[in-house]
């Protein structure tokens, strides 16, 4: 759907125990999920009908998530 209002994006979320945000094997994953080889396979994914989205972060989680829940 176009319209952001009616829109329902779906997200993958890799959760890790607390104080292993910063870890190697955490950093490698997500180097690897943010990857543009990741990126052009969501885009080809049923022809693109699901949304690549790379915006959460390790250092970026925390406050999405609790923007996301405070609505």
Same mark, same amino acid.
């Given at each position: =759907? @176009?319209? @952001? ?5 779906? !997200? /993958? ?10 870890? %190697?094997? !955490?950093?490698? *994953? $997500? =180097?690897?999920? $943010? ?6 396979? &969501? =885009?080809?994914? *049923?022809?693109?009908? !699901? %949304?690549? /989205?790379? %915006?959460? !972060? ?8 609790? =923007? &996301?829940?405070? @609505?």
């Amino acid at each position: =759907e @176009e319209d @952001e209002e009616v829109r329902h994006p779906y !997200t /993958n979320v890799v959760a890790v125990q607390p104080g292993e945000q910063e870890s %190697e094997k !955490t950093q490698a *994953l $997500q =180097e690897a999920y $943010q990857s543009p080889q990741v990126q052009e396979w &969501f =885009e080809n994914y *049923l022809d693109g009908a !699901t %949304e690549y /989205n790379d %915006e959460i !972060t390790t250092d970026t989680a925390h406050d999405v998530w609790t =923007e &996301f829940t405070a @609505e």
